[in-house]
C-alpha cells in the first residue's frame, strides 16, 4: 500500500518552470514504479512521464519531451516532475501515481495508487 501526495504546483509565467514533488508513504515504495498525468477541464488524464521502481527506465510523453524531466528518490520516499519552458496548454491538475510492479507504464489504468493532485496554472 502506498499513499502519495503532490506539491509544488502554482502559477507560472509562460516560459517559466515548476519542479512538482510527490511524497510517498509505505513501505513498498521503492519497489513501485511511478508515473505524472495531468487533467485540464472537460479533457481526458493524460499520461506525462513515468520511472521504474529503481529509475534506470524513464517514458515521456511526446507533448512534454525534453522539457520535463522525471526522477525519484528512494532514500527520500519521493518522486519529482521537474518542468521546464512551460505553455499555457500546461495548465492542468497534476497528478502523481503508483504501480504495482518495477516497470513503468504509460497507461493510467496501470496505476493503482493516485495523490490528491496539485493545481498548475501557466499563464500567457
Known amino acids: 500500500q502506498v499513499q502519495l501526495v503532490e506539491s509544488g504546483g502554482g502559477l507560472v509565467q509562460a516560459g517559466g518552470s515548476l519542479s512538482l514533488s510527490c511524497a510517498a508513504s509505505?513501505?513498498?515504495?521503492?519497489?513501485?514504479?511511478m508515473g505524472w498525468f495531468r487533467q485540464a477541464p472537460g479533457k481526458e488524464r493524460e499520461f506525462l512521464a513515468s520511472?521504474?521502481?529503481?529509475?534506470?527506465?524513464?517514458y515521456y510523453a511526446d507533448s512534454v519531451k525534453g522539457r520535463f524531466t522525471i526522477s525519484r528518490d528512494n532514500a527520500k520516499n519521493t518522486v519529482y516532475l521537474q518542468m521546464n519552458s512551460l505553455k499555457p496548454e500546461d495548465t492542468a491538475v497534476y497528478y502523481c501515481?503508483?504501480?504495482?510492479?518495477?516497470?513503468?507504464?504509460?497507461?493510467?489504468?496501470?496505476?493503482?495508487?493516485w495523490g490528491q493532485g496539485t493545481q498548475v496554472t501557466v499563464s500567457s
Open positions: 501515481a503508483g504501480r504495482e510492479w518495477k516497470m513503468p507504464s504509460t497507461l493510467s489504468t496501470q496505476y493503482a495508487y
Open positions: 509505505g513501505r513498498t515504495f521503492s519497489q513501485t514504479a
Open positions: 520511472i521504474s521502481w529503481a529509475g534506470g527506465t524513464t
